[in-house]
């Protein structure tokens, strides 16, 4: 850290972003450009976070290097703070690293109190002029610095409105405005105890040490969780002169786009006031102008900022955003910064700003936000239709993209009504592995109970299919089939509508526009993939979803969860049969029912992936999973088995678990019934003869993944029974079918008895929805009940189970890592865990030399991405 915490912008430049945070930094820049930027200076984050560390105050030093920098602006501008005859006005700005719009604070005309009005008024000629901005200034300041809400001041407005009988701010004259001043002061006495600061500088300290607050609120807290932005980078703060678009008619103010930020055309596309302030640009109140008018309103400065504008874009070589004020037909730039911009829009500028030979691949590679390109791949609401409607509530955006359809409870339900051709949403409690179809056939998915990477979660990320999770402000009557939320009540039937990307909850329906890929899409991705060396491989359990992967570019599959094939149709029912037996004998025969199934998956997985590597994993999930609980149901099943209901009911106490998460599931399901490992085995190994035989030129090498293992003796044991009904069949068929078996490093004790796994496991697949379950001893079903308060509490910052926890369990990757390889050298190493899709995590199994990531299909573009920005940036 420096000692420096104040600078002129003529001292900074645009390289200087981490310490005068983006705005500073391009002001800065402007300024060495040659621009016409009303003058200033940036004090900086590293001035932020010491005042946290101070304890919320700005210490005595940075105070006096403030003050010494205010003596210098205003020599450049040759006015003084608090001067009667020629005052100083400024504006205080925050402005972080990474662009946060709207999320911190802005206060403008700092500098005015009763005396300097006056003569501001004088020298501008323009009394009513001075004091709307005086009346802005108190109202801004009180809101902002000493949080007494805005409504107050508006209740004060609309009654001086009532008062003369008119209905706009505009038709009030300067008395009225004088007047509303003075009552502003007032309500700001009676509500804070003090009068009102008139010293300009104890109202710039107050000011500043607002914008530092304001990296703190609950909004910007949030913005910088969903952005993966740290909490300790801090903002800095920007104190400018001020500018003034409201001096009359020959003053605006505007914002434009170097390009169309919707769809990337190369445009200036932008509007813009004359006569008035940014606040009224954004307002609303009066409809502003397209920035193509100005050329008629004044060709010389519009003249002057096509000029800027193409200026800015080619030293940044991107597309910009920008404020402008013109003060009597005088331009000024405001700020300058990389335009947000839509996926689509993304694509289309870095293909052009290729072409246009501005920037190479690799850079237009690194400019895209692997995030954003999800948007792309899910149905979305149509703008209009969303704009006009209300949420109604918000829970976890759980699985992105738009859904709209009619309610219903039951999986059950959601198959009959599809079948009819509606589109249902299926709002459940919570959802289990007995849903999958219902899941299926849905649009979308809402739950009130679980977090990121709960059943519904995972699963609905898996299939694309829209879901929001965990909507604990639900109550809910499934046997009743209804449910209220936001004071509306809900029954089977009733159209809802869920953004999957947002988490908010419409009662109504809202129109949906199917996705679209455009050939940018594909333009970039093949760049990136000429830049990435980490594989992309996805989670699919169904020949569907590897097909939809495939398309999405997967390079294999690095986890089949074969327990999701069981629940389809009748395989439920052969699997029941398997659990309640009493016999070896009876489990077998219900698995010789299960095995042609099975086979049959496996067949079309490898079809699917046409030669690709393909994992499979076998049976996890503890096997009361399988028996149901309702009381119709169980009855029902009992029947079917041909055993009491009350043996039945024997059988599901006696699997019932304290802890099922910890319990009888993974690998030690096989190592008590091994039979279920012989099936699974015999499945995999015929599946992939029979392919093999259809297409001689691909080269199958089944890879077989043993779950939850924990000791070494275990999975040995367990390899032993694939090894030798492996090596039989293939024997039998005499085919020369090679195969593997490995592990999923998903217990810390594996992690950290890698070397000795690594004996028996030829491949490791790091299972870090486990891992992060097990290291930080939390249930990832439960975790987002309390997750919230670690949010406020400040102790975690994000997830851990969507970004994965590079001190802990990325630690624990690491270990694992090199102890596999000193055992075996060449070992094959991937994360199945839902971070795979994730994009810093994907950059940290990048640098932790992972072989490959393997995520939920609809994220594989997402992962290829960040991959290619992984590889990129550590080439270097
Ligand atoms: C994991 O634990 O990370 C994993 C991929 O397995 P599952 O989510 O099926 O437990
Ligand atoms: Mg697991």
């Known amino acids: 850290?420096?000692?420096?915490?104040?600078?002129?912008?003529?001292?900074?430049?645009?390289?200087?972003?981490?310490?005068?945070?983006?705005?500073?930094?391009?002001?800065?820049?402007?300024?060495?450009?040659?621009?016409?930027?009303?003058?200033?200076?940036?004090?900086?984050?590293?001035?932020?976070?010491?005042?946290?560390?101070?304890?919320?105050?700005?210490?005595?030093?940075?105070?006096?290097?403030?003050?010494?920098?205010?003596?210098?602006?205003?020599?450049?501008?040759?006015?003084?703070?608090?001067?009667?005859?020629?005052?100083?006005?400024?504006?205080?700005?925050?402005?972080?690293?990474?662009?946060?719009?709207?999320?911190?604070d802005t206060i403008l005309n700092l500098g005015l109190n009763d005396e300097v009005v006056e003569s501001f008024a004088a020298k501008t000629g323009n009394p009513r002029f001075a004091y709307d901005s005086y009346r802005r200034f108190i109202q801004m300041y009180s809101d902002v610095v000493m949080e007494v809400g805005k409504k107050y001041f508006e209740e004060l407005i609309d009654e001086m409105k009532e008062k003369k009988g008119v209905k706009l701010d505009t038709e009030l004259?300067?008395?009225?405005?004088?007047?509303?001043?003075?009552?502003?002061?007032?309500?700001?006495?009676?509500?804070?105890?003090?009068?009102?600061?008139?010293?300009?500088?104890?109202?710039?300290?107050?000011?500043?040490?607002?914008?530092?607050?304001?990296?703190?609120?609950?909004?910007?807290?949030?913005?910088?969780?969903?952005?993966?932005?740290?909490?300790?980078?801090?903002?800095?703060?920007?104190?400018?002169?001020?500018?003034?678009?409201?001096?009359?008619?020959?003053?605006?103010?505007?914002?434009?786009?170097?390009?169309?930020?919707?769809?990337?055309?190369?445009?200036?596309?932008?509007?813009?006031l004359m006569n008035a302030q940014g606040e009224d640009v954004v307002a609303g109140v009066r409809t502003p102008l397209t920035i193509d008018h100005l050329k008629e309103q004044n060709p010389a400065v519009y003249e002057q900022f096509v000029t800027i504008v193409n200026t800015l874009e080619n030293h940044y070589h991107d597309m910009q955003d920008m404020e402008f004020t013109i003060e009597d037909g005088k331009l000024f730039m405001l700020q300058t910064r990389n335009g947000k911009r839509t996926a689509a829009a993304a694509l289309q500028i870095a293909c052009d700003l290729v072409d246009e030979g501005q920037i190479n691949k690799e850079q237009a590679v690194l400019m895209i936000d692997p995030k954003q390109l999800d948007a792309l791949l899910h149905p979305q609401f149509d703008v209009k239709a969303l704009k006009a409607a209300a949420p109604i509530g918000s829970a976890l955006p759980a699985s992105p993209g738009a859904a709209c359809g009619k309610v219903v409870f039951t999986a059950d339900a959601a198959v009959e009504w599809a079948e009819k051709g509606n589109k249902v949403i299926l709002v459940r409690l919570e959802t289990s592995p007995e849903d999958i179809e219902g899941m299926h056939v849905a649009?979308?998915?809402?739950?009130?109970?679980?977090?990121?990477?709960?059943?519904?979660?995972?699963?609905?990320?898996?299939?694309?299919?829209?879901?929001?999770?965990?909507?604990?402000?639900?109550?809910?009557?499934?046997?009743?089939?209804?449910?209220?939320?936001?004071?509306?009540?809900?029954?089977?039937?009733?159209?809802?509508?869920?953004?999957?990307?947002?988490?908010?909850?419409?009662?109504?329906?809202?129109?949906?526009?199917?996705?679209?890929?455009?050939?940018?899409?594909?333009?970039?991705?093949?760049?990136?993939?000429?830049?990435?060396?980490?594989?992309?491989?996805?989670?699919?359990?169904?020949?569907?979803?590897?097909?939809?992967?495939?398309?999405?570019?997967?390079?294999?599959?690095?986890?089949?969860?074969?327990?999701?094939?069981?629940?389809?149709?009748?395989?439920?029912?052969?699997?029941?049969?398997?659990?309640?037996?009493k016999t070896e004998e009876q489990r077998r025969a219900a698995l010789a029912k299960l095995l042609p199934m099975q086979r049959g998956d496996f067949e079309g997985l490898y079809e699917a992936m046409g030669g690709h590597p393909v994992t499979i994993r076998f049976l996890d999930p503890p096997l009361h999973e399988f028996l149901p609980t309702a009381e119709d149901d169980i009855a029902a099943l009992s029947k079917e088995m041909n055993i009491s209901v009350e043996e039945l009911k024997a059988v599901v106490s006696s699997l019932h678990e304290f802890n099922p998460m910890m319990g009888h599931r993974g690998c030690r399901l096989a190592v008590s019934y091994p039979e279920i490992a012989e099936m699974q085995t015999t499945a995999v190994i015929e599946a992939a003869i029979n392919v093999k035989k259809a297409h001689s030129d691909w080269n199958i090498v089944p890879e077989i993944m043993i779950p939850l293992v924990g000791e070494i003796k275990e999975l040995a044991y367990v390899k032993s029974i694939v090894t030798s009904t492996a090596d039989a069949i293939i024997a039998k068929a005499g085919c020369d079918l090679h195969y593997k078996v490995g592990t999923m490093i998903e217990i810390p004790r594996a992690a950290i008895t890698a070397d000795e796994i690594a004996t028996e496991a030829?491949?490791?697949?790091?299972?870090?929805?486990?891992?992060?379950?097990?290291?930080?001893?939390?249930?990832?079903?439960?975790a987002g009940a309390f997750l919230g308060s670690y949010y406020d509490k400040k102790i975690y910052e994000n997830d851990p189970f969507a970004r994965l926890d590079q001190k802990g369990v990325g630690k624990l990757v690491k270990i694992a890592s090199d102890l596999g390889r000193q055992t075996r050298p060449d070992i094959k190493l991937g994360i199945c865990g839902e971070h795979g899709g994730d994009p810093s995590s994907v950059e940290f199994c990048h640098k932790a030399g992972l072989t490959y990531v393997s995520c939920s299909p609809f994220r594989v573009p997402i992962a290829r991405l960040a991959a290619a920005q992984a590889a990129i940036k550590f080439s270097k």
């Open 1 to 104: 850290m420096s000692n420096k915490f104040v600078y002129l912008f003529s001292e900074g430049n645009g390289s200087m972003r981490e310490l005068l945070g983006g705005k500073g930094a391009n002001l800065a820049e402007m300024t060495n450009l040659g621009m016409p930027v009303p003058q200033g200076f940036t004090v900086t984050t590293e001035a932020c976070t010491q005042y946290y560390k101070d304890g919320e105050v700005i210490n005595d030093d940075i105070q006096a290097e403030i003050m010494r920098n205010i003596t210098e602006l205003e020599k450049i501008a040759g006015k003084k703070l608090g001067d009667k005859e020629n005052p100083l006005l400024v504006s205080v700005r925050s402005g972080a690293r990474a662009s946060m719009p709207g999320m911190m």
């Open 173 to 272: 004259d300067a008395d009225d405005l004088k007047e509303l001043a003075n009552q502003f002061k007032a309500e700001y006495k009676a509500k804070i105890g003090s009068d009102f600061p008139s010293d300009p500088k104890e109202q710039l300290m107050g000011a500043v040490k607002a914008v530092f607050r304001s990296w703190d609120n609950p909004r910007a807290n949030y913005y910088r969780r969903m952005n993966d932005i740290p909490s300790d980078w801090g903002t800095a703060v920007n104190v400018q002169m001020m500018v003034f678009g409201n001096m009359g008619e020959t003053s605006g103010t505007g914002v434009a786009f170097s390009r169309n930020p919707s769809t990337g055309e190369k445009k200036l596309y932008g509007e813009y």
């Open 443 to 581: 649009e979308g998915i809402l739950t009130v109970r679980g977090g990121m990477t709960s059943h519904a979660a995972v699963v609905a990320r898996g299939m694309g299919t829209c879901c929001v999770s965990g909507c604990g402000e639900i109550k809910i009557d499934e046997d009743a089939k209804v449910f209220s939320l936001g004071g509306k009540t809900f029954h089977e039937g009733d159209y809802i509508s869920l953004d999957g990307s947002t988490g908010n909850i419409y009662g109504e329906a809202i129109q949906t526009v199917a996705a679209s890929i455009s050939g940018n899409f594909d333009r970039i991705m093949k760049w990136a993939d000429e830049f990435r060396t980490l594989q992309v491989r996805t989670n699919a359990d169904t020949p569907k979803d590897a097909v939809q992967a495939a398309t999405f570019g997967a390079e294999g599959i690095g986890l089949c969860r074969t327990e999701h094939m069981f629940f389809e149709g009748d395989r439920i029912k052969a699997m029941r049969e398997m659990i309640v037996s």
């Open 762 to 782: 030829e491949f490791f697949s790091f299972g870090t929805n486990d891992l992060t379950q097990m290291t930080f001893g939390f249930s990832r079903d439960d």
